[in-house]
């Protein structure tokens, strides 16, 4: 495609839900990185893929979070009994081969938990 | 830790006026430092790059400059325009690419 892109735009969920957030990455480009960006924070990395595999897991904030990507392209973040404090901007970036590149964003998924 | 630090605080200019952003960082020495903005409700964008190997690189009305002895970046945007208007982000990479970035600095520019 043209860009990244990430569905849904926007989720509401009840705390205790699960939650599946998706990004398609620029067709070609092998890496794919998550981040986090809440209300008044800076952006924080969360997980980073090369191809299918996660070589650097070493954001994600608790084991309720986990994260999948399949045929080297679309990959999911999943969020299990979310609790209000996930309430935040989930954006996905990739680049064509990883390493210290210049990073494409998509435009965010924006998840409030009630 | 090794941090990477922007001045939070908003800052609003008058257009026409050259707008001046920083980025501190602190316990280590990054190869390159890269710059992007943020629009309300969009993903960040890249606007440059620079290595520490130079000194200042420009790109239209943008200059982004690195000081490896004060430790620090400075961003310039000259002849500001309310469309400049934004969040501007500095942000290191680590050897997996994994960016991480300042808080930001809002940048207002008034007709």
């Known amino acids: 495609g043209a860009g990244v892109s990430q569905s849904p735009s926007n989720k509401v969920t009840e705390k205790g839900k699960d939650v599946e957030l998706r990004c398609d990455p620029i067709s070609g480009h092998t890496a794919l990185y998550w981040y986090r960006q809440s209300l008044g924070q800076g952006l924080e990395f969360l997980i980073y893929?090369?191809?299918?595999?996660?070589?650097?897991k070493s954001g994600l904030p608790s084991d309720r979070f986990s994260a999948e990507r399949t045929g080297g392209s679309v990959s999911t973040l999943t969020i299990q009994r979310t609790q209000q404090e996930d309430s935040a901007v989930y954006l996905c970036a990739s680049t064509e081969a990883g390493g210290q590149e210049t990073q494409y964003f998509g435009p965010g998924t924006r998840l409030l938990v009630l | 830790s090794q941090k990477i630090e922007q001045n939070s605080e908003a800052l609003n200019i008058q257009e026409g006026k050259t707008a001046t952003l920083t980025c501190n960082y602190t316990?280590?020495?990054?190869?390159?430092l890269q710059w992007y903005r943020q629009d309300p409700g969009r993903g960040p964008v890249f606007l440059l790059l620079i290595r520490e190997n130079e000194k200042e690189k420009r790109k239209e009305r943008l200059k982004v400059t690195f000081d490896t002895t004060l430790k620090q970046s400075l961003f310039h945007i000259t002849a500001s325009q309310p469309a400049d208007s934004a969040t501007y982000l500095c942000a290191r990479a680590s050897n997996t690419g994994k960016l991480i970035f300042g808080q930001g600095t809002t940048l207002q520019v008034k007709p």
């Open positions: 893929f090369q191809g299918n595999s996660a070589p650097d």
């Open positions: 316990n280590y020495s990054p190869a390159y």
